[in-house]
């Protein structure tokens, strides 16, 4: 149930929908600009390494399923944004990249889902560590406006998300509200 998508994307966080401050860019030029920026893996690789320390709070990069997290692994104290880009709904590889880049990695910073994020796959890149996702599926789009993020409301599994104050059996996971 995917669904056509539209041209219209919009930016979703668990406490609602919200405006864009970050722009795509194809170069580094943007940089000579304002605003906040989501640059390629190489370009921002390609960098001056004093240029990424002082742009960081301007600065994201996007990684396509293809692309190497540790390639930038030592370089995320110099990143406000990673951006894991979905670009078929049967490529999973980016669901891994958000898990280690919250579990291994201990990213801090805003971990985006972008180009086909779908109905069924959000409850799981928001227990991943997911936080920001560009949106333009109808369906989700439809039922984010209605309040419905959907998912189970009793998992297992650990999740990249803190587990709520209260006691802890192994055995047992907390329902999830």
Not at 124 to 135: K, T
Not at 145 to 166: C, D, F, H, I, N
Request: aromatic share 10%.
């Amino acid at each position: 149930m995917t669904g056509p998508t539209t041209p219209e994307t919009r930016l979703w966080t668990p406490a609602g929908f919200h405006e864009d401050e970050w722009t795509h860019a194809e170069s580094a030029d943007a940089l000579s600009g304002n605003g906040r920026f989501i640059l390629p893996l190489q370009v921002f690789l390609d960098l001056d390494p004093e240029v990424r320390r002082s742009a960081k709070e301007r600065l994201g990069v996007v990684l396509q399923p293809g692309d190497q997290l540790e390639k930038i692994a030592g370089l995320l104290d110099q990143l406000s944004l990673v951006a894991l880009a979905f670009p078929a709904f049967s490529d999973g590889r980016s669901f891994s990249k958000g898990e280690l880049l919250r579990g291994r990695y201990h990213f801090e910073g805003a971990v985006r889902a972008t180009g086909q994020v779908l109905v069924d796959q959000l409850p799981h890149m928001l227990r991943l560590g997911f936080d920001e996702f560009e949106i333009s599926n109808p369906v989700l789009l439809k039922r984010l406006e209605e309040g419905r993020t959907g998912g189970l409301g009793l998992y297992y599994q650990p999740s990249a998300v803190p587990e709520p104050k209260g006691p802890k059996y192994s055995w047992r996971r907390v329902r999830s509200s």
